[in-house]
């Protein structure tokens, strides 16, 4: 008797221990190995300096990461919970992870090598030989061993030189699966999608058959500099150069100036250009159009397309992203608004009703949360795909009115402010709010 009741109680462990997420291997690589970003730039400096305030060479520095990430931690007691929250470093601090410290988000950042702190960088990257899986960072490095030993240096050219590292081509390198393997991420319990970036390219009008027509995430991000948005909607002119500061000029040299939407953080650093490349990039990514054709049912309809991405607007952890609809709706005669919707307050909180694009996670009862740590199941996504558009229809104001004036703004921030100032300090890091596309337009009421 006391023998078949042991078998449910040993499948309850094992079924337990099967739940909490394996911890990576202890110390597969030696700190010591790894090259720093400084070293790399004595010979490609203008790759280091674009590199060099980017978003990827400060996401451990990033305060937006470092306050969220240690306040969804706050409080937890699931154990799977406290498993996703304490998984950032992953992706964030990638050097330590696979060096063996941090392990988790919550371990002490001063404690951090100099090295690893450096975020995504030059050695990480061009160290890889391949992704064993194409999300919560997978990839698969052989590096060398430090500045006496560098090994090889993997990248996009055949005949690449150096009388420093050993070189070889790499296609991983040319290809958006580098770039996916991190920006794919799952709940590393419930395996819930928090982040799909590259599956959003992938299953998208970007990834086409014909690889002479397929236009990747370098095609986009690795061709923009100053002045050059290389979205989807502009031309992507390339980028003749050097690779190395005594290299070959070549007819396109990628750039390393990784950016996003976010022109906030490489500001705070005193990086206005990357900061203005995020804003150009946010204004050629989707145009908005004021549809007029159901005016006489009552009836405004807004358009916005997705123009210049190659996957969803808005992407990456998108429960927090915030694309939205700023309207305004005035009485043109007498100068009264009528309608408004997407104006935050004075706390820069946005307002409820607003017409939003984001996620939503469940607890998997149905209920939203924000916080991945105890995402279950996404509730909603209400995103524009590649190429594709969205129409919001809205009511027009009823009484008397002969002309009105209608105004539309799509606008962005990285995160909502509620949740900065909660995680932050109320006040300390107030998000700036992009203008992505605008319309207006006069609209008269028909004769009866």
Known sequence: MRCR????????????????????????????????????????????????????????????????????????????????????????????????????????????????????????????????????????????????????????????????HESAFSEFHTGSEICGTCHNVKHVVYM??????????????????????????????????????????????????????????????????FVGGNGFVPGLFSDQTKSKMADDRLRNAATLSIETGKVKDGKLEIVITNTGAGHDLPTGLTDIRQMWLDIEIWDKHQKKQLYVSGKPDKDHYLPEGTIIYNTVFGDGKGNPVWNIAKAKEILSDKRIPPQQSVTETIPLPPGKWTELSVQVKLLYRSAPQKIVDQAAGKGKLILPIVTMASADQVIKRQQQ
């Open 5 to 164: 009741n042991r078998y449910p109680y040993f499948f309850m462990i094992l079924i337990g221990l099967l739940m909490v997420p394996a911890r990576l291997p202890a110390d597969p690589f030696q700190i010591s190995q790894f090259i720093s970003p400084e070293t790399c730039g004595e010979c490609h400096s203008e790759i280091f300096h674009q590199w060099k305030g980017s978003m990827h060479s400060l996401s451990q520095k990033d305060p937006i990461y470092l306050s969220v990430s240690e306040y969804i931690r706050k409080g937890l007691i699931d154990r799977n919970e406290i498993a996703e929250a304490e998984s950032c470093v992953k992706c964030h601090v990638p050097v330590g992870v696979v060096t063996g410290y941090p392990q988790k988000t919550s371990d002490d950042r001063k404690n951090i090598p100099e090295i690893a702190n450096h975020g995504i960088q030059c050695d990480y990257c061009h160290s890889a030989t391949h992704a064993d899986k194409m999300y919560n960072n997978g990839l698969v490095l052989s590096p060398g061993n430090g500045e006496e030993d560098p090994g090889v240096k993997r990248g996009p050219f055949p005949d690449s030189e150096s009388d420093f």
């Open 192 to 257: 819930t999608d928090l982040e799909t970036t590259y599956e959003e390219w992938k299953r998208g009008p970007y990834n086409h058959k014909d690889p002479d027509k397929r236009i990747t995430c370098q095609g986009c991000h690795m061709f923009q500099r100053p002045g050059i948005p290389a979205t989807g909607s502009t031309e992507r002119p390339k980028n003749k150069g050097v690779a190395a500061d005594d290299g070959p000029v070549r007819d396109h040299i990628f750039t390393h100036y």
